[in-house]
């Protein structure tokens, strides 16, 4: 990765058929552009809705990559940050919305704390609550919980509500276990040490992942709670009931990350 003073923030934006979404993101950005230096990558992984036409097209400041195949989110991501120049390279799923001010303060906060590696902003819903995008770091038989009628059992309700971290009012900022990769802003020189995004996950888990990996490297991960994004969030791999699920591609993305990150990490 390149590091050059001039820019403070890269945002990096991986889009898989969300042109809508993508060109709601990139005109927030531009209605409400940071004061701090910055420049934008679209990593456009082998869309079939005509995205980097509208790219191209509506937003010629932006960086785009046209990948010839999906090669997964871990992989586009990567490709982004080492492009990038910035002291901080903030990754953006395509249903983000920024607010006025917000990638400003989340540079503000990340230059007030150094020793934070990696920082997660406030996710709200678009009805403006609270979305819940910090977590404890899961069991193994976590997912499994959340995916199936078990998890509804009273047994296991304190459980989940400890891995969403529901016991914390999100009112105050802290360190966390890890945050949700949709919004993620990360200090650059830190990448050199704890390393990009595992590439070996195509979808879910990269950002459990890489959070784990620089809590291992004594690099923390923090909640800036007065920082808000909106995320228009819908979690695909839990769309169908019970075990219905594991017949969506999505699920078994997710099952076979869940499989890779238990075996990496043996905990």
Known sequence: ????????????ITVFNNRSLL???L???KRFPPHVAYEIFVVDNHSSDLVSEMVTQEFPEVKLFVLPKNYGLAYANNLGMRNAHGRYVLILNPDIAVLEGSIDALVAFADAHP??????????NPDKSLQ???YRFPKWYTPILRRTPL??????QNELRSYVMKDWDHADDRPVDWVLGAAMLIRASTL?????????FFLYFEDVDLCKRFWNNAIEVWYAHKVPFIHYHRRESAESPGFQGIITPATKYHIQSWIKYFRKHRK
Do not use: C, N, W, Y
């Open 132 to 134: 819940f995008s910090t």
């Open 151 to 156: 998890g509804k059992l009273k047994l296991f």
């Open 115 to 124: 020793h934070a590696g990696i920082v997660g902003p406030r996710l709200l």
């Open 23 to 25: 060109r709601q993101l």
């Open 1 to 12: 990765m390149d590091s050059t003073p001039s820019i403070d923030v890269s945002l990096i």
């Open 27 to 29: 005109r927030g950005i």
């Open 192 to 200: 050199a040490k704890v390393g990009m995004q595992d590439e070996h």
